[in-house]
């Protein structure tokens, strides 16, 4: 196993590399002077605008503006915000914890969810539940995150009136920040409805940010169920005289489980991505919306080292979902 993380870890050097450059470049594709943009309405003469791009190294050509980003990388600087002058790194640091706790709550109902769908739809092949299961899957992997979004709010913000439609918790509540994660920073202040209203804003989000993801997970796990409940192995453990609850559990949904890690961890990046989308729609103050704004402004630092974390993060996931291969199936870590 340890040999096996070395490698790994061994060409992420190249791939971080490649995210640089295209973090760099495509942002500088997007029509727009970030000068221009920063001003606004205010016009400028030609000696201000080359005053101001000379003071944000704009000026430079852009293979010297690249090899000044990677020296700062080098360095663990992620640079400085061109319109707020705040440190990149130190933005990020407060908005992040918003978009994982959005993140993980979307993950936790989709797993949970797609898991229990799966294997019901499985041990059902055929059956009325099994077809109206895999309906509703396709159904929700197909539907647009905007137009999911915006239906959950008409519906269950404006028309019921039971959840927010915006924001993480209600103007109201004054919850002192701790670890920057609303629910338990909420839980902790003791605040009277506080823990309830954070729960209710996080919702509709995390319902609409999981949605296709639980529809992916419900679809592998039952294609991955009906191969393991195949196997001699269940046939074995059923003439044994096993509960069908052991066998299900612990010999058919934990060997079925190793493709379902797979799409768990390649999911992960998409609920990130997914997250730009999920964040606007709801007001969501995370990075998400963060880098659609700073796309907006064209704040260079802000959108190179959003996508850089972003993908850090994906590769991150997906080397943990390599390791948990050898929790789950023994014979995994032996061969490696």
């Known amino acids: 196993m340890l040999t096996f993380l070395l490698k790994r870890l061994a060409t992420l050097l190249p791939t971080l590399l490649g995210i640089t450059l295209v973090a760099f470049g495509l942002i500088r594709l997007v029509p727009g002077d970030p000068i221009e943009i920063m001003m606004g309405e205010r016009r400028l003469?030609?000696?201000?605008?080359?005053?101001l791009m000379a003071r944000m190294g704009l000026d430079q050509p852009l293979h010297v503006q690249y090899g000044q980003y990677l020296a700062q990388l080098a360095r663990g600087d992620l640079g400085q915000s061109l319109v707020s002058r705040e440190p990149v790194a130190q933005e990020f640091a407060a908005l992040f914890p918003a978009t994982v706790e959005l993140a993980l709550?979307?993950?936790?109902?989709?797993?949970?969810?797609?898991?229990l769908l799966g294997v019901t739809a499985g041990l059902k092949r055929g059956s009325l539940l099994d077809q109206g299961v895999m309906g509703v899957a396709t159904v929700g992997y197909s539907?647009?995150?905007f137009w999911w979004g915006l239906i959950l709010i008409m519906f269950f913000s404006v028309q019921l009136g039971w959840t927010p439609v915006s924001g993480r918790i209600g103007i109201e509540y004054d919850v002192p920040v701790r670890s920057g994660f609303l629910?338990?920073?909420?839980?902790?202040?003791?605040?009277?409805?506080a823990f309830r209203s954070a729960?209710?804003?996080?919702?509709?989000?995390?319902?609409?940010?999981?949605?296709?993801t639980m529809a992916?997970?419900?679809?592998?796990?039952?294609?991955?169920?009906?191969?393991?409940?195949?196997?001699?192995?269940i046939r074995a453990a059923r003439a044994k005289g096993l509960s069908p609850a052991r066998v299900v559990l612990r010999h058919g949904l934990r060997n079925a489980l190793i493709p379902v890690l797979t799409v768990i961890g390649m999911q992960t990046g998409s609920l990130l991505a997914g997250a730009v989308l999920t964040e606007t729609i709801f007001s969501w103050p995370?990075?998400?919306k963060w880098l659609i704004d700073s796309i907006a402004r064209r704040d260079y630092?802000?959108?190179?080292a959003g996508i850089l974390i972003s993908a850090l993060t994906f590769i991150g996931v997906n080397l943990l979902v390599d390791v948990l291969y050898g929790v789950v199936n023994p014979r995994i870590r032996s061969e490696r």
């Open 183 to 193: 629910l338990i920073d909420s839980w902790l202040s003791g605040e009277e409805g």
């Open 301 to 304: 630092p802000v959108v190179q």
């Open 45 to 51: 003469d030609a000696a201000t605008h080359a005053e």
């Open 199 to 212: 729960c209710l804003h996080l919702l509709l989000p995390a319902t609409v940010l999981g949605t296709s």
């Open 286 to 288: 995370g990075i998400g």
């Open 216 to 233: 992916v997970v419900a679809r592998m796990t039952r294609s991955s169920m009906l191969e393991v409940l195949r196997e001699d192995y």
């Open 105 to 115: 709550a979307a993950l936790l109902l989709a797993v949970s969810l797609g898991l």
């Open 143 to 145: 539907m647009p995150v």
